[in-house]
C-alpha cells in the first residue's frame, strides 16, 4: 500500500540555522503517527513544511500523493490541520464557526448543513452553538477546532499539540475522537509534550536538534532502549544520553 | 467569488460584534468632523480694509459698500498713492488695499474685465489667503449682480470663476468640512485595515486559512471589500452631517465625487495593508499608521497652503493621498468641477492605488 506521508531527506535552513535536518520517514493509511521531540526539536517546522506553508530547503515530502513543494495547492485539498494556537475566530459563533470554514473549503450549503448537524450533535453543542467562541472552555475549542480540521473529509491530519493546557479528561476525550477519526481511516500526525500521549500512538518519531533519533512503535521503541515507558525513552534520547 | 463572500460576510459579522472598532468607526468620525470644523475655524471678521479709489464713481461706491457692508471688511483708511498704501500694509493697518481702476465703471458697462487690484497684507500666511477669497468673492458678486442687472448689455457676459471658490455665506466651516470628513475617513480605513491583518495574524487565522486551498488574492479582497464598504459610509455620513448642520455647498455632481471615491479608497486600503506586512504587533502597526496618518494630515493643504511648502516637501507631497482628495472636495463640492478637471485626478488615483495594492500584495505573499 502506498503511505500517505512519504518523507525523504526533508531539510529546512533559516539562514546558517537548520531546524529540521534530513528527516525520511513515512506514515501509512489510517495510522496514528506521534511526532515527538523537545521544545525547538524542530516539529512545527517539519509539519509546516507537510502542509504546504513552509517550503522545503531540501529533500522531498509527499502528502496524499501530491508534492509539498509543488502541488502545496492539491496538499491542502486533502489534509486538516490544527495549529499550536488552534485558530478559531473567538468572536464568532460556533455555527458561525463551522458554516465559515465549511465554506471556505468549497463544501455545498447542504454538506455544511448536515456536517454541522453532525459535529452539534457529536459534541451535544446544541445548547451553545449560538455562543461566541471565545466564551466556550479551552477543552471544547480543541474539540470544534479538530472537527472543524476534518469538516472537509481530509486523508491527513496534522495536530500541533492539539492538547495543551487542559486536564487528562479532557486530553483523554480528545484522544477517543482521535481514534475515532482514525478508524474512518483519516490518517493521524500528532505532536505532543505528554509522553502518556505518546503510548497511544501506532508508531511515533522522536526528533532533537531537527535529527530523527528514533522510530517505531513504542513497545519496540521501550524494548530497544530496555525501559518501562515512552517517558523514559524520551529522556534518555532528549537529555542525549541514550548511547544507541 | 463564493469564497470572496464568505470572507466578507465574516469580516462584518466581526465588525459589527467589535465593541472597540464599532464605536471607533461611527461616534468617533461625528465627534472629529464636529470638533475639528469648530477648531479649524479660520473665519477671520473685521479685516482692515485700506481703500483707493480712482475712479470716484456711483459703481466704485456702491463696490465699496459692498465690501464694508459685508461684515467681513471694516473701512480702515482712504489711500490716494502707492506710499501711503505700501506704508499701511507694512505697518500691519490693514488686511487689504483695495484699488478701483480710473475706468472702473466703464469697464464695467462694456464688455471688459476692469482691473481690479488686492494689495494684501501677507504678514499671516493663512490669512492673506482668507482676505484673497473673500475680495475676489465680493468681487466677483458685484460684478455678477452689476451685469445681471444691466440693460445695457443684450447678453450678459458670465465671467468664467477662475481660481477662487464662491462660498455665498463666506463661512469658513464649509469649506473645510468636505476635507476634514475626507480625512478622518482616510484616517480610520487605514488604521483598521493595518490593524485587522495583523490581528489576524496575531491570533494565528492567517496561517489557518494558509492551509486552506484560500488563494492569496481572495483574502485580500475579503479584507478590502469590507474596509471600502465602510469607508463610503463614513465618508458619506460625514458629508450629510454636514449637509444637514452647516449646509456645506454642493455645487458639483455627487455621482461624480462617489466615482473619485471608490477609486481614492483602494489607495488608504493599499497603505493600511502595505503597513500589515511590515510590522509584527497591533501596537507596532498603530504608531507606524498614526506617523503616515499624521504626515499626511498636516501636508494635506487643509491646515497649511500646500503651495507655500519648500519644494522638496511638494514633491514628497505627491505621495500624499490625502492632498488630492482636499483639492477633488473643494472643486467638486464647492466649485462644482466635472469629470474633465477631475479625470488627472482620478487618473493618479488609479495609478496610486494599483501601485500601493501590487506592492502590498507582494510583500503579504512573502510574509505569510
Ligand atoms: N521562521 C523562522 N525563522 C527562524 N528560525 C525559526 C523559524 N521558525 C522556527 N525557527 C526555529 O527553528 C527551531 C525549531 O522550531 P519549531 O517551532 O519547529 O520547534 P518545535 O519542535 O515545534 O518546538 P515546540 O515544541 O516548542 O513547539 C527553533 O529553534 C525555532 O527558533
Ligand atoms: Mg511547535
Redesign the interface.
Known sequence: MEPVVKVENLSKKFGEFIATNAISFEVNKGEIFGFLGANGAGKTTAMRML???LTPSSGQAFVAGFDVATQA?LV??N?G?M?Q????????TIQ?NIE??G????LSRQEIKDRSKGIVDKFQLASVKNK?VKTIPLGWKQKLAFALALIHKPKVVFLDEPTGGVDPITRRQFWDLIYEAANDGVTIFITTHYMDEAEYCDRVSIMVDGLIKALGTPSELKKSFDVDSMDAVFQLLARGTANK | MRNIFILVRKEFLQIFRNRQLLPFMTVLPVIQVILLTFAANYEIKNLRLGIWDLDQSTSAQQLIHKFTGAKFFQEKALISNQKKADELLMKDEVDLVLVIPKDFEKAIHSSNNPAIQFQINALNNAKAGIVQNYASAITQDFLNEKRGNSTLLASPKIIPITNYWYNPTLNYKTIMLPGIVAEVMTLIIILICALNVVREREIGTIEQLNVTPLKKHEFILGKLIPFWVIGHFIFWAGIALGKIFFNIPMVGSLGLLELFLAIFLFVPLGIGLFISTAVETQQQALFTSFFFIILFILMCGLFTPVETMPDWAQYINQLNPLKYFVEVNRLILLKGSGLKEIYPFIAKMIIYGIGINLLAIWRFKKTN
Open positions: 502542509s504546504g506553508l495547492e491542502k485539498k489534509i490541520y495549529s494556537k488552534f485558530s478559531l475566530y473567538e468572536d464568532l458561525e465559515f470554514y465554506g471556505i473549503y468549497g461566541l
